[in-house]
Structure formats: structure tokens, C-alpha cells
């Protein structure tokens, strides 16, 4: 089992449309976790940490169930900008990257 | 704005030679690391420096070495460079010696080709 687990998509959504990636860990000690962006043939960058208590970050809403072990990321009223690939990032001594979900806004 | 640069986008080698990855990084960060990202795998880390002259074996040290003599310099070195070696070659800075979970900001990627 991989250590941190995301389906890679492809998610075809219109604009405009709300869409949710999950994200699975199997070391329950994680200690912290990010979503990373990454556009086609450029390198990630970060979009948001996640914390316990789950934030947001305009259309962005990041939250973290530890007694399920996953982390999500929810994209509101998507943009043809926020087609990507989201990277789940899991902190557990060291840094461990799913693979990544990739995300295709229609117009 | 945090700057990391490598030397190449696009690099074509054949099997047996030496390779030689170059990166930089202009924000004074402790942390240096090397990933290689492959599809349907992610990124996984070769190797990482906590400081100058300091390495340490990420996941996949095998057939790499690195080298970091200044701060802002990390290169990554393949011995002799095999066919499995083909793939996009990320380097990426961080602060905050010896913690890995701040912030990474990543390089442009080396799109490396071993024929």
C-alpha cells in the first residue's frame, strides 16, 4: 500500500462547478500536511497547509480527518486557471508526495 | 521572490556517462533536496543537504551521488548514467535547517533522457 494514496483523475468538471479531491495516509503519526499545485510541465509550488481544524483560502477549503486518515482539498466555483494537478503531501519525518490528481476546468 | 534555478531543461546523455545536475538557489535556505518524478510514481527524493557539505540518502540514493560545497549550490551527480534514469529531475530549497516540512520552492525541473 502506498504510503500516501490520491486518485490521479483526470477530473473533467465546467466552470464554475465545485469539485473535491481526497487524499489517504497510512502512517497514523503524520505530523503535517500540504497541497501542492502543480501546472503542466512547470514545477509545484505551495497551495495551502492543512490544519486540524481545517482552513480556506478564498475558493480554496482544506480540511484533515485524522481518525479516517485522509486529507482533502475543496475547489469552489472552479476556474479555468485551476486546472492543474494537486499534489497530496504527508509529513512524517520526512516529506511523502502522492502522486497527484489532475484537474481539467472546462469552459 | 525565492529563485531556484537548475541548469538545464532538457539533457540527453547515453548510457555509461557521468551526468552532472546543477542547482541553485538565491534565498540563502539551509535545506536543499533532489527529487526525480516519474508518472503514476510522484516525486520521490534522492537526496537532500542540511547544510554545507552535509548529505543525507533520501529514498532513492542508488546510482546518485550529490555535492554541496556552497550554500546556494546542490548537484546531483549520476556515476553512470542507465536507461531507468530518464526522467524529470527536481530541485527544490527550503528553510529552516533540518526541518523538512516548511516550505519547498522547486526549480524548473531537468528533463533528463538517457538513450
Known amino acids: 500500500r502506498k504510503e500516501v494514496e490520491q486518485d490521479p483523475g483526470p477530473f473533467n468538471v465546467p466552470e464554475g462547478a465545485t469539485v473535491a479531491f481526497n487524499c489517504t495516509y497510512s502512517n497514523s503519526a503524520s505530523q503535517s500536511f500540504f497541497w501542492y499545485r502543480q501546472d503542466c510541465r512547470k514545477e509545484p509550488k505551495l497551495l495551502m497547509s492543512v490544519y486540524s481544524s481545517g482552513n480556506e483560502d478564498g475558493r480554496f477549503t482544506a480540511q484533515l480527518n485524522r481518525a479516517s486518515q485522509y486529507i482533502s482539498l475543496l475547489i469552489r466555483d472552479s476556474k479555468l486557471s485551476d486546472s492543474a494537478t494537486y499534489l497530496c503531501?504527508?509529513?512524517?519525518?520526512?516529506?511523502?508526495f502522492g502522486q497527484g490528481t489532475t484537474l481539467q476546468v472546462k469552459p | 521572490d525565492v529563485k531556484v534555478t537548475q541548469s538545464s531543461r532538457y539533457l540527453v546523455k547515453r548510457t555509461g556517462e557521468k551526468v552532472f545536475l546543477e542547482c541553485v538557489q538565491d534565498m540563502d535556505h539551509e535545506n536543499m533536496f533532489w527529487y526525480r518524478q516519474d508518472p503514476g510514481l510522484g516525486l520521490r527524493l534522492i537526496y537532500f543537504s542540511y547544510d554545507v557539505k552535509m548529505k543525507e540518502k533520501g529514498d532513492i540514493p542508488e546510482g546518485y551521488s550529490v555535492s554541496r560545497e556552497k550554500k546556494e549550490r546542490f548537484s546531483l551527480i549520476l556515476e553512470s548514467a542507465s536507461t531507468n534514469q530518464t526522467s524529470m529531475y527536481l530541485c527544490a530549497s527550503s528553510s529552516l535547517s533540518g526541518r523538512q516540512d516548511n516550505e519547498q520552492f522547486f526549480g524548473p525541473g531537468t528533463r533528463l533522457t538517457v538513450l
Open positions: 503531501v504527508v509529513y512524517t519525518g520526512k516529506l511523502i
